[in-house]
Each structure stands twice: as C-alpha cells, then as structure tokens.
C-alpha cells in the first residue's frame, strides 16, 4: 500500500510541473485504445478509397476538438487534411505538417499476419504497438491531437495561430502537395512549417532537422532472352540478364559505398560553422548502433552516420531476377530489374543526379530507352536498359542561426532537454515544394524511435516515443 | 468428296509404309485424351502424395498393356516405376530411362494459371499442349507407352528385353537414384540404358546426345543490417547487401560468359575426333535462335552453342534482395541471396568445382559459414556469406564409336533422317550414378521440342514432337 502511495505521489508531482505530461498519464489506456482505431484503418498509398477513409477519420476528430477543419482536393488525388485556429492577437502562425498515408505493405513479411491490426509488444522491457504507419507517419499526426487535448483539459491557452497540414501522398512522393499547396496559398500561409515526422536520434533524445535529403528512383530492367531458358540447354550462350545487371551495378559504388558515378557528388553545398558545430555536439551512436544491427562493417571511409546524412546516396532498394529459394529453378531469367533510391543533399538537382545515372549506364555499352523495348529495339543493341524515372525532389537545408530556428529550438528544449539539432535528417520530406509553394522556412520535428521498422515490415512506435512527442508537439503548439 | 478420298489414299499409302505412323494417325485424338489426364495429375518434387498417384497410374499403364510392373520403393524417396518384357531368343536388353516429376511451379506466371490443367493452343499453326511435364519428361513416358501399344497392334514382335526405368526424382537432382539402382542391380541391368529425356536440337531433327552435362547448386546469402533500414536514415552507413552481393557475383564471369573463378575450366577432358566430325556435321541454329528469342548479342566470345555446350557453366538462376516494381520500398536490405547454377562436363568434379567457388568467395574477402550466421559471427566478421551446397553429380560422355552406340544410331535412323549426334546435351541427368550403379553405358535420346519453356512457366510439347517421338520410341523398342 505504501509504494502505491508513493507511486501516486510521484504522479501528482509530475502534474504539478508538466500538466501535459499529467493528462497523459491519467488518460494513457483511453489515449492508447483511440490510437489503435486509427492504425487499423488501411492507409497503403495505392488505395485511394482507404485513404479518404484516413482523411474522413481525421476531419472528425478535428471537428470533435472543434478544430475549424476542411479537406483540400484535387481530382484523383488523396485530399490534404487542413485544420485551423485562430488565436485572438497571435502573432505568429504556426504550420504543423504530418502525413496520414503509408507505405506498401506485404502483410507474410509481418509477425501475425496483418499491418493493420495494431498489437502490442514488449521489446527489452518496453510497449510497442505495430502497425504500419505506427511511426510513419500517424504518430506525428495523433501526438498533435492528444497535445490539443492535454492543453483544452489543462486550460493553457494558445498564443500563436495553429494550422494543421496532413497529407495523404507522402509515400508515393508527394507529387501533387506543391500544386494543392499553391492552390491554397492564402489558407496555409505561416511563419514556419514544421514537418512532424521522421525518427529522433538512435540515442532515443528528442531530434530537430533543420532540413531533410531530397529522394528521387529509377527502375532498371535488363533484358536477356525473350522468354526464361533452361539453364542446361542455353548456360553459357544465351546472356543472363541477372549477370548483366550485378554487372552494371557494382562499378557504381566501391568498397566503402563511395558512388563512382561521375560527378555525383559535384555541387554538393558545404556545412556552415554553426551546423557543423551542432554535427560534433550530436551524440555519436555508432558502435553501438553496429551492433544493435548485427553489422560487422560499415560504409563511408571511417565518417560518422550523422556526417553522412549530408551526403547524396545511392542505395539498391531491391534487385530481382529469376527465383531463389525454394522457389528457384535451372533456368536463365528473361530479365533482372533494380529499383534504384538516390537520396539527395542541397545544391544536387533530382533530374540531374537521375540523368547521372543513365549517362553511367549508357557508359557501359547499354542502349537506354524509356519504355518497354520491342523485339526489334533487342535484336538491334546488344544490350538495352529499360529505365523508369520517377518524380522526385531536392533537399531543403534551414539555416540554424534564423530567429524562427532559435525560436523552435527554445521551445523543443523547454520539453526535453538535451535536444539533438542536425543539418539534415537522412530521410526526405518534400519540403522543396513546400517552401516553394508557402514562401516560408521548414523546420523538421520528428518524434518517432529510429528502430521502428519504418518502411518495413513490423513497423512499430515505442510507447514512450508516442508519450514525448505528446510532449514536444504541445510545446509546439504553445509557442508565442 | 474426291479431296477426302485422296486424303484418305495418302493416310493408307503411309499405313505400308510405317505401321506405328500409320497406328497413330487412326488414333490421335484417344492417344491425346489419355496424355492429358496423365498430364492433369500433378507431380511437384515437394509433394510426395501426388509424386506416388503419378507412379500408380503409370503402374496401371503399364499392367494394362500386360507388362510386368512394380514399384522400386525406399524410404521417405518417391518410387521407381520398373516394367520388364522378357522376350525369347533375345541376345540384348535395352533399357529406356524416363522420369515422371516435375519442376516447382508458380501457377500465377502461368496462361490460365493452372500448370495441371493441360491446355492445347496454336503456335505458328502447329498444335501444342501446355502443361507442367508436357515436355519434361512425361513425353518420353508416354511415347514409349505409346510405341509398345503400336507396335502390339501391328503385330510387330520384339527382338530384345526391354525394361522400363522412370524415376520420381530427377527434377530435384536424384539424390537417391545411384542407391536404389545399386539395391536392384540384377532387376536393371541391361546393354544399354537409354535416357529419353530433354529436347531435340533447334533444327526440330531428330537428335542422340551421347553425354549430359553435370550439375550442382550453390545458394549464396549475404547479410546487411539485422532488419530492413530506412534507406534515407541508414543509406551510406549501413552496408546494402544487394550491393554486396552484385560485387560479388560481377566478377565471377566477363562480359562474354568466360568465367574468371580460377581453374574453372582446368581438366575439362577435350573432344575426341568422332565427337568434333559429329559437331561439325551438326546444323548451326545461332542466328535463328538469337531472333526467336530477341538476343541482340550472344556469350561464349564467338563459339556456338552446341561448342559451348561442351564447357563447364556459371549461371544465376535467380537473385533477390528487398523487393522491385510496385512492391518495392525504400529499404536497405536485409540480406540478398543468389541461386548459381554449375554445369559440369567430363573431367570437372562437382564437388570440387563447388570449392573453387566457394574459395573465390572467400579470396573475396568473405567469412564463409555453412549454417545461418549469428549475431556473433555477423559482428566479428566484415562480410559474411553463407553457402548451401546442394548435392550434384559429374558428367558423362560415352563415345560414338561402340558398337552399342553405332546399333543406337542405326535405329534411330530407321525412324528420321538426318539424325544430329551430339558429344554432350546442355541439359543434366544424372548419368554418372547410373554408370556407376547398372555397369552399362548410357546414351541420350530427346524428343522435346526446344522451344518448350521446359523448367519454367507455359511448359508444352509441340503435338508434332509426340508424334515423331513415338516412331523414335518404337525403332528403339524394335531393336536386335
């Protein structure tokens, strides 16, 4: 009885200093049970009829915490979740961007079966609940509405404009939010933009990206013959394609994940001294990061992770030809397909960096064309690369010395402190097109734990990591 | 009515001349009715319930026919079908080797999307039938069916014993074929052991291979992080193992198919001057082949095929890391894992061949480990690779100049005119062991069509290599 009284003690102290914190602690099954209606409700990019289903969710739990809300559309188009209040004599508007769609799913590759069935698990000692979209990005999304409750229940006042922005085509690489944004420019004007997603550091301490890697891909299909051939009757005379392509791709990179593709890191824009002193003052994670991950080596010459995320990327996603496994058979694959991500810093331009590549593949003696080639194009070249280009955009890089910036980062630090600051964050978020299309600044505040299998299978949030960012987003929510 | 007077007069003038052509004619659409249902049963090497309903209707096929018949069993291994007719007076026992399994399918890569369901459609105006084993090798089994029920019906006696052989295992490399031969060596011994399996040259002539190439398997997997990673937080870091293993597998071969593993090639046993005359004499079918299959340029650095079939191969079945085309995310991989594929010919060792693989691997600088690594290994070593050997056998090539191998050839070429001669098929059958185990020299006869897709999806036997395959059949039957 005694431990349950000082137990409830400590509790009650906790509200006296952290009334969002308090609420949070009172309210944390009913906090949990609502965030698992929401992760159930299927958000995979390619279905547009469950992602309106995300969006009509979202409305209404803006409505109930009456938030003037409204959906921004465009034909064939998820629609963009857009919420507002007003604060009488603000000065400020702030922007909170998040996104409710998420990534593909192959629900074999999830223990138990289905990413949208939420379950909790225990991982050292600490709840997750997994799901897709439990991190990426619906945490930031939710962590915004429980911090807008915690401030109503606690009767703290706003000081500043709110406005909501939640996108529903973030996975699919935003290629219409600039458009949709532009279209609206008057409604989601704001003194900063400031994207909610995204993993904090691997130390688990509350992360700002004053910028995020810009993301573009190409698919690549090589061709051998028309149709797959036994591998006895044809091995060694008809050319395998799946050979070709280990061949192309691994003169682009050495040993050390150095790109030798020409140029490619020509024009990158160098750190300023206030960044790359934020860069030293970051935790360095990892040898211990190494072996969480079971990795006995790493790329990059001996830099560090966190310096790396300042460099463009070239990362095989996924490459597939044939069968293996059980399913393999003795045969030559007709054709060998690579889905190619290229990640990029400030100052490299998407179509030029994709055009890098080709001009490489080109380069190695292929005939590139830009759609399926017919029988007479493969009869004609000896050999002929398929190469899909897919949209993209650069990366965008905040200066850390602007007053806005000084200000977000007093107000993350009045949550959490030590608070980690980077130039940029290795993902991407289309926030080129967003300071396009707003004319202001963006600012990334992720909440998420790096280790949540994001874009995976058995993508999962840490409870705790849902509990601070309630924390960081109501600190958000109450700057002046 | 004179059209089909005339028509019926050239059916009755190839009656005299050729009873088992004639015999079929009359008969075509029952010998197809009855393929097909043989065709329906389905004979997957995994599954060994349908593997064992196979070898019981071949059984009741050849009981029917009033051939003694039994099942050659082994524990946990799927029966030999063994039928035997004993013949008066003979001085010879021909034995005809066929096998009733299957390659694994994947019904969706399928027209119509079930392998079992046999199906005739129309290709350049020729009949076909599509079904899993249309080809490979239920053909051959039932053209020797076939052949016995044309011969009775014309009252053709036969001259020498005849034993039937047809293996259940072949497709998954018949690793329990040498013991159970070896367990019933006076039941199959005989003169000579006649493979009927595989496909005729490209030409469509009627073709004798007098060796097969050998084969074995290695399954190579490389390890990246523990799980997927999000490619913008982790890309440049974390090692890709797709790229790893596209570095690995690039320099095995150049870009003309010669492999560079060393002393691939060493004591392969050269042609002798038969064998080099019956290769001269053989048609060149390159240039026809690289437009039917679209191949806008070929391996082997000038050679053509039926040279290159002559020589030890390096071929990659299948590779697959993270995923491609619309499944694909932005990861970087787990592991990546390559399916190769080694056909050996006489003088090159499977086992040994193996190793030098596998000693390339290592010189490659990896830790190489023959059962899933741990998180110990993983951590202590830089790159680890672990290899699957799969059980294999060696080549074999008997010569041209026997006074067997000189009888075959006559036989056959009662039947078809030309005949094409081949040292060595492309494809494997696991003629060493048979050696070994029978004392008896082997020899190979096809009557596949090339074009089969045999191994893969849309298996078929053009009808017309059935027909022609069942005259081959019989002038073997018929021998002295």
Request: proline letters at 6%; charged letters at 20%.
């Amino acid at each position: 009885m005694k431990i349950v009284a000082l137990f409830l003690f400590v509790c009650s102290g906790a509200f006296s200093q952290n009334p969002v914190r308090a609420w949070r602690t009172q309210h944390e099954e009913q906090i949990l049970s609502e965030y698992l209606k929401l992760l159930a409700i299927p958000n995979v990019a390619a279905d547009r009829t469950d992602l309106q289903k995300n969006a009509d969710t979202l409305m209404e739990m803006l409505n109930t915490r009456h938030v003037a809300a409204q959906l921004l559309t465009m034909p064939n188009v998820p629609p963009i979740v857009f919420g507002e209040i007003k604060t009488p004599a603000a000065k400020r508007t702030i922007v909170l961007y998040a996104h409710y769609d998420g990534q593909p799913v192959t629900p074999a590759d999830w223990d138990g079966g289905d990413p949208f069935k939420p379950v909790f698990r225990e991982v050292n000692g600490e709840r997750r609940i997994y799901a897709r979209s439990a991190s990426d990005d619906k945490a930031a999304i939710f962590a915004q509405l429980m911090a807008l409750d915690a401030l109503q229940a606690s009767h703290i006042p706003l000081k500043a404009n709110i406005k909501f922005v939640w996108e529903g085509e973030e996975e699919a690489g935003s290629p219409h939010l600039e458009e949709m944004l532009n279209g609206h420019r008057d409604l989601i004007h704001g003194d900063v933009f400031l994207i909610c997603d995204g993993p904090v550091d691997q130390s688990r301490q509350q992360t700002i990206a004053f910028g995020a890697r810009g993301d573009t891909h190409l698919e690549i299909t090589v061709y051998g013959p028309k149709r797959e051939l036994h591998s006895g009757h044809y091995g060694n005379w008809a050319p395998n394609p799946a050979l070709m392509l280990v061949q192309l791709l691994a003169r682009m990179k050495d040993e050390n994940g150095h790109v030798l593709i020409p140029h490619f890191y020509d024009s990158v824009k160098p750190l300023s001294e206030t960044e790359k002193r934020a860069l030293q003052e970051a935790p360095v994670n990892d040898a211990k990061l190494m072996e969480e991950l079971w990795l006995g080596h790493v790329e990059g010459g001996g830099k560090h992770l966190l310096e790396l995320l300042n460099l463009p990327t070239l990362n095989i996603n996924g490459i597939s030809s044939g069968r293996t496994g059980a399913r393999a058979n003795n045969v030559i694959p007709a054709t060998a397909i690579a889905d190619l991500d290229l990640r990029l810093v400030v100052g490299v331009d998407w179509r030029g960096q994709q055009q890098k590549v080709i001009d490489y593949v080109k380069a190695q003696g292929y005939t590139v064309v830009e759609s399926e080639p017919n029988q007479e194009t493969l009869l004609k070249n000896a050999k002929v690369a398929y190469v899909k280009r897919d949209s993209g955009y650069n990366a965008v890089r905040t200066s850390m010395d602007l007053p806005i910036s000084e200000d977000v980062i007093q107000a993350v630090e009045s949550a959490h402190k030590p608070v980690i600051k980077l130039p940029t964050m290795g993902g991407s978020v289309p926030l080129e097109g967003i300071e396009r299309a707003t004319g202001t600044h963006t600012i990334t505040i992720p909440i998420a734990n790096h280790d949540n299998n994001q874009h995976s299978a058995n993508e999962n949030i840490r409870v705790q990591n849902l509990w601070d960012g309630i924390e960081t987003m109501a600190a958000l929510l109450e700057m002046r």
